[in-house]
């Protein structure tokens, strides 16, 4: 299986731009949308979003989110008044750590070959096929109190490819 992911703080606003975003919390973002239509009907994106990512290859989303997280830390009291600001005047608008993933995904990452590993009683563990590096994920301690002091959702998307129907 091949696996693709990556990883995003981002805040969202149907008002508050993301240049306006950017200047409240002097962080530029790796990514930003503009709303489209001043008609709900038709409002391709919907809301102005900033976002900080990570799409490095190889890392957990564990630490894609320490990554981005290593960038926005810093402006914590920052962000915590601009979303809270958002939510009084934007109701729907406000912020989010994003986790996306993609399975048999023809871009993604392989799977590692096995591999044992010795314990220091001697025993060894095999790593058998289907238990792919990037599969499993935590958030710690401090990226949960980061989310609630900022008022943060949590957000994961999981997509499979049909092309390989046989797996995941």
């Not at 590692?112 to 935590?138: A, F, I, M, V």
Request: aromatic letters at 8%; glycine letters at 8%.
């Amino acid at each position: 299986m091949r696996v693709r992911q990556y990883v995003y703080f981002g805040i969202s606003s149907a008002f508050t731009t993301a240049a306006q975003m950017t200047a409240r919390l002097g962080i530029e973002p790796d990514h930003f949308l503009v709303r489209a239509s001043r008609t709900p009907e038709m409002d391709i994106p919907r809301s102005h979003q900033w976002r900080v990512e990570c799409r490095e290859p190889g890392l957990t989303v564990d630490g894609q989110t320490a990554k981005v997280l290593s960038r926005v830390l810093p402006q914590e009291q920052r962000i915590a008044e601009l979303v809270s600001d958002i939510r009084e005047e934007d109701p729907p608008g406000g912020a989010r750590l994003q986790v996306v993933r993609y399975f048999n995904d023809e871009d993604g990452e392989d799977e590692t070959s096995r591999e044992t590993l010795r314990l220091d009683d001697g025993k060894e563990l095999e790593k058998l096929t289907g238990q792919h590096q990037l599969l499993g994920w935590h958030l710690s301690q401090d990226v949960l109190a980061f989310l609630r002091v900022v008022g943060a959702d949590v957000d994961v998307d999981e997509y499979s490819s049909r092309t390989n129907p046989g797996q995941f």
